[in-house]
Every structure is written in C-alpha cells, then in structure tokens.
C-alpha cells in the first residue's frame, strides 16, 4: 500500500540483505528481485524461512508479524529466537 518497492529494493541492496515477505503479502516486494526470498510462515517458501533462521537482525517493514509469519515449518522453528528485532 505504500508503493514502497524502489526503497526496499535500495535498502537491500545496499545492506546485501535478503527480502523475505509474510503470508498473504506476496506482493509486497518483487519477486524477480536477487535479493527476494519468496515468504514466510504458513504456505512459504523454504529459502525464506532459511534466511530467517540464519538472520542476527531483522529488519520488519509494515509487518506485525503474526502467527502465520513466524508459524514454525518444514520441521523446524524457523524465526531466530536470538536476533535484533527492528
């Protein structure tokens, strides 16, 4: 909604950081972008929940992070329980 795509891209760009978007909100980032990772939680992509686990910082735009993005999958806990939450 915040037709925010150019801004995000830069950021990630500019901290190599890959993009991960949350269930529903597919949409929020390009997914044809190298930096994006598909989405997460329920019905997500592996290499999303992967970069996540392996995060030490998280960086949440326009999220609440609800139950269906952080929902544990493909047999393991997936969001970092130690990382820096911004």
């Known amino acids: 909604m915040g037709d925010a795509y150019a801004e995000v891209a830069a950021l990630s760009e500019y901290l190599g950081a890959p993009v991960a978007c949350t269930y529903l909100h597919n949409d929020s980032f390009m997914a044809n972008h190298p930096n994006s990772v598909g989405n997460l939680g329920y019905q997500g992509h592996k290499s999303a929940m992967n970069a996540m686990h392996e995060a030490d910082v998280v ?14 999958q493909y047999n393991f806990d997936y969001f970092p329980k130690n990382a820096k939450i911004i």
Do not use: D, K, N
């Not at 735009?61 to 544990?72: K, Y």
């Open 59 to 72: 960086i949440a735009l326009g999220s609440r992070l609800s139950v269906f993005g952080t929902l544990p």
